[in-house]
């Protein structure tokens, strides 16, 4: 199953992390009127952008195996990298049946944006302007949307289009606090380091159909862009490569089919 979907700003407001918003300038932990100020600011640009910009999403729901630390998807192998500094040392391919058992198992993809209308005309007052604090704030609320139109994409996945969660019945909070079963491990994120992922992914997923472009390290352009898996497994959780050891660099190199150099600079 292929599925393309668009949320407007006002459907993803609710689902919007603040946390983040507040770290991303400096606030968090800050009372007063600064922090009131910036999000009667960003409350206004929000009702600005539900008439004007765009946050799309991709998903897919593949067919699925494991073989050694390779998650094997609709026959494309996307190798994965193993912690190598603790006890027990996770990988994500860990949460996939393995080839040898003879079933399939499942496993989402998936990628959402939020078009960077900083270089559009289409924000009134803010995208062509000249003010850094309005360009600023267009920009971290539209990485806010990409990130919350991911969450309610995850959570329309569990309970409907996947369907293993079709009871699960959450708060704004749970959501936040992943109290959900199973995972959503990003590309660039802890788990699953490497940008040149996206370009498998991109593959797959049919990334170009939303406006997602590749840069030569597996950025995603517009820069208010997610991608990454959705693994259902009840014991699945998020973990932290950690530093990544020459022999399994060369390792992980071999199965990506990539130089050794060139790797590192993905890992970066």
């Not at 009372?31 to 946050?55: C, H, I, Q, W, Y």
């Not at 969660?165 to 109290?179: F, K, M, Q, S, V």
């Not at 998020?238 to 390792?251: E, H, N, R, V």
Request: hydrophobic share 40%; net charge negative.
């Amino acid at each position: 199953m292929r599925k393309q979907l668009e949320y407007s700003v006002h459907t993803l407001i609710p689902y919007i992390n603040w946390v983040y918003f507040d770290h991303a300038w400096g606030v968090s932990g800050k009372t007063g009127d600064e922090k009131k100020s910036l999000r009667e600011d960003a409350m206004l640009l929000l009702e600005k952008m539900n008439t004007n910009s765009r946050v799309q999403c991709v998903f897919r729901l593949c067919e699925a195996n494991s073989e050694g630390d390779d998650i094997i998807v609709d026959g494309v192998r996307i190798p994965m990298l193993r912690q190598q500094q603790t006890t027990p040392s996770l990988c994500l391919a860990d949460f996939i049946r393995p080839k040898s058992m003879g079933i399939a198992d499942r496993i989402g993809l998936f990628a959402t944006t939020c078009h960077n209308l900083a270089q559009e005309p289409s924000v009134e007052g803010c995208a062509k302007c000249d003010d850094p604090y309005q360009k600023m704030l267009l920009q971290t609320l539209s990485d806010r949307l990409a990130e919350a139109a991911a969450e309610v994409l995850h959570l329309e996945v569990r309970k409907h289009y996947w369907g293993y969660a079709p009871d699960e019945n959450l708060t704004i909070e749970d959501l936040h606090a992943e109290r959900f079963q199973g995972i959503r491990p990003a590309v660039g994120y802890p788990s699953l380091p490497d940008t040149s992922i996206n370009f498998l992914l991109s593959d797959l997923l049919d990334m170009k159909s939303i406006g997602i472009r590749l840069t030569e390290s597996g950025m995603m352009v517009p820069h208010a862009s997610v991608s990454g898996l959705m693994i259902a497994h009840p014991e699945a959780r998020y973990f932290d490569i950690g530093k990544i050891g020459a022999d399994q660099l060369s390792d992980y190199a071999r199965r990506r089919a990539i130089p050794q150099e060139l790797m590192r600079r993905f890992l970066k």
